[in-house]
């Protein structure tokens, strides 16, 4: 049983839009990030947080420890937006992180 | 500029071979990580080194090893008891305690011929 779900599993979405990609997680955790993977495979990481809201530019992370949730938003997507957006826990117990499958988001003009 | 290396991008791997899969971080961070991905999954723990010559297995790590002889670098081997090898795999740096983002390489895909 995987201990991190996302969702949507996929999401299309088009430019302008505001979006979000769900996280729900089933265990404690210290920490949580929001990964993003482009086409090539390679992996940056957005946030991390442990409690509250973080924002950067047109990306808005929250989470709420007691729900054990959290959500990514974008706001006036682009194009460029395009990718796979990961959450990843590190719990508790351990220092490596438990990821979910991935949101796949294509944005189109 | 600081950051991650791993070599190859592409790797092909006979059938009975061992591959070793290179990775190099010059963040002076303590800790490094090999993850795996495959379609459709989430990306899986293999090894874990939070200390020179000190290492943790994850969830998959049967068929591969790691050694942490360096600070800067975590190499993979893939040996010929991983049955299917086949898979994209990702290595990744961060400091240790208390808790800190996780830097990651662009990946190597590995496929068997």
């Known amino acids: 049983k995987n201990e991190v779900e996302q969702s949507p599993q996929n999401l299309t979405a088009q430019e302008g839009e505001f979006i979000t990609i769900n996280c729900s997680y089933s265990?404690?955790?210290?920490?949580l990030h929001w990964l993003q993977q482009h086409p090539g495979g390679g992996i940056v990481s957005l946030f991390m947080?442990?409690?509250g809201k973080k924002k950067h530019g047109r990306l808005i992370a929250t989470i709420n420890i007691q729900e054990k949730h959290s959500s990514l938003h974008i706001t006036a997507s682009h194009p460029r937006d395009s990718a796979v957006y990961i959450c990843?826990?590190?719990?508790?117990?351990?220092?490596?992180?438990?990821f979910g499958k991935g949101t796949s988001l294509l944005v189109t003009p | 500029d600081g950051g991650i290396t791993q070599s190859p991008k592409y790797l092909f791997r006979k059938e009975g071979q061992n591959v070793t899969l290179s990775c190099e971080q010059n963040?002076?961070?303590?800790?490094m990580y090999w993850y795996r991905q495959d379609p459709g999954q989430g990306l899986r723990l293999i090894y874990y080194?939070?200390?020179?010559?000190?290492?943790q297995k994850g969830d998959i790590a049967e068929g591969y090893s790691v050694s942490r002889e360096k600070k800067e670098s975590f190499p993979l081997t893939v040996t010929s008891a991983q049955k299917n090898p086949t898979a994209f795999y990702l290595c990744?740096?961060?400091?240790?305690?208390?808790?800190?983002?996780?830097?990651f390489g662009d990946g190597t895909r590995l496929s068997i011929l």
């Open positions: 080194s939070q200390i020179v010559n000190d290492f």
């Open positions: 990744a740096s961060s400091m240790s305690r208390p808790v800190q983002p996780q830097h």
């Open positions: 963040l002076n961070h303590d800790a």
């Open positions: 990843a826990v590190i719990l508790n117990s351990g220092y490596a992180l438990n």
């Open positions: 947080l442990s409690s």
């Open positions: 265990v404690g955790i210290s920490a």
